[in-house]
């Protein structure tokens, strides 16, 4: 039992330094800067710029969380502090079901209904011409996403709070929404900072449903309707050519280095936080 | 004006609930809209004959069976790993010592891993042992995802179990062993949950066995062959130009969806079972 408990702590250095391993190769072949900040992406001409694909992974995630955020923020207070067991019995379903459907479906949908609605009728508004497989349809796909994440993190965040403090603001002549905007938002700020983070991981790691809306083009996305080619879609897109070459093998591996290193960062960071706030109000 | 910003809010925040519950529905109204039409007996008991990928007949049982048998083989695994770790960081160590802490830390970012990572991982250790594309190296990656899951859900339930109990099993003299099979047996209900939870993670997550599971047109008889699955299947019969296939992929969909609301539901009533009786 020891021993199993001990090799599942060393998972995450296992992981961590294979990709490392793997991607030593094309960290002697260029430097770090070349492979960050130029997006030539010519990997049988030996070209290895990472640029466009990491500019497509944030804006993707920004635009996600930009979408996500503000109705998952009213719907989990609402939750925690207005609805009732009715409500609740029926909404937590929902969000759980949410989480669980298979990015697959998610994809699914979205080629199915945001990516015509984005090319017959978004964007002709702002531009000449869109597939509608763009930034914005894999932002829209992935703050579907990612709303369950937030919901259950920012529930659990307000419910943290305990009652006692929301009555002592109430006994100070503060009205409900008072307490909620004053006190218990306020409070809430760190556990709010950490939920959301936690999907910014989440949402730069998704792979399928992404790919299947994003248009993987290598260029530079200029507007939210051209397609866009996240990290992820990236290495799923590439696993079978890249056999061919070494160096190609390596820069995939480091793109899975970067993604890993990045996802691991905040996830210890925001857990680390939400951690806290439990042990402090729980005991 | 106070009461008018109250009322505002609270105005956006039905709005906001009934917008992602309608999300929920538009979602499932489409997949099974889109999927239902063809959706045949053919689709789920026949494996893909020659021309299936050119709109001829065939089904999609290939891709059914081998994500069963992935599935089954994973949980095997997992399970295999995560219930003694979970038993061991509850009962063995203190509940709440450093060791049991740093545990639970890790498993929370390894849960926070993205699959592709556990993908490309698992493909770099197949490559490493010189394991092909196979049901064997699906098994693999695929356990890495659903550890976490499992660890984290076993931990939960295991914290529920009263402190009463186990003193009470040491004062009757048993032993480690006893009293960790009767753990087991006290939270098996749970345990059930966690397999739930992790059959239905791993069964829809396309990512991890993109290059290390493989996909093939026949049913795998031994671990070394390789697998089709659910979400692949999907996945590339969408990426025909030909409408039949196109169609088909979306009653592949449907079909993958129909099997996670049956085990989120079945998760829910085992759920509400344990409640009802340990409360």
Sequence with gaps: ?283 | MRKFEERFFKALMVISIITIISVLFYILFIIVQKGFPSLSWEMVSKVPSGGYYLGKEGGILNAIVGSLLLMVGSVIISLAISLPVALYINFIIHKSSKLSNLLRFTFDILFGIPSIVYGAFGFMLMIYFGIQASLLGGIIAVSFLIIPILVRSIDEVAGFVPKELIEALQSLGATRFEILKVVVKQIAPGITTAIILAFGRGIGDASTVLFTAGFTDSIPTSLSQPAATLPLAIFFQLGSPIAEVQNRAYSAALILTVIILALSLSARFINSKISKSNL
């Design chain 1, 1 to 283: 039992m020891l021993i199993l408990t001990l090799f599942c702590l060393l998972i995450l250095v296992i992981i961590g330094s294979g990709l490392l391993v793997k991607s030593i190769p094309i960290l002697q072949e260029k430097s770090l800067w070349e492979l960050l900040a130029t997006s030539n992406w010519r990997p049988f001409k030996g070209d290895f710029g990472f640029l466009a694909f990491i500019l497509s992974t944030l804006y993707v995630t920004f635009l996600a969380i930009i979408i996500a955020l503000p109705p998952s923020f009213l719907a989990s207070i609402y939750f925690s502090e207005y609805a009732n067991e009715r409500i609740k019995r029926f909404f937590s379903p929902v969000v759980d079901l949410m989480a669980g459907i298979p990015p697959v479906i998610y994809g699914v949908w979205g080629m199915l209904t945001v990516v015509p609605l984005i090319s017959e009728r978004i964007a002709p508004k702002f531009v000449d011409f869109s597939t509608g497989y763009s930034v914005l349809a894999g932002g829209i796909v992935l703050s579907i996403m990612i709303i369950p994440i937030i919901i259950s993190i920012l529930t659990e965040v307000f419910n943290a709070i305990p009652k006692s403090t929301r009555e002592a603001s109430m006994s100070l002549g503060a009205t409900k929404w008072e307490t909620i905007k004053k006190v218990v938002v306020r409070k809430s700020l760190p556990g709010i900072i950490a939920g959301v983070v936690l999907a910014i991981s989440r949402a730069f790691g998704e792979t399928i449903a992404v790919l299947m809306v994003c248009g993987n083009y290598t260029d530079l996305p200029k507007t939210i309707f051209d397609a866009c080619y996240p990290l992820p879609a990236l290495i799923a897109n590439n696993y079978g050519e890249m056999m061919s070459l070494p160096s190609y093998e390596s820069a995939l591996m480091f793109s899975a280095l970067i993604l890993f290193v990045i996802i691991v960062m905040f996830n210890a960071a925001s857990r680390l936080v939400l951690n806290k706030i439990n042990s402090r109000y729980q005991l």
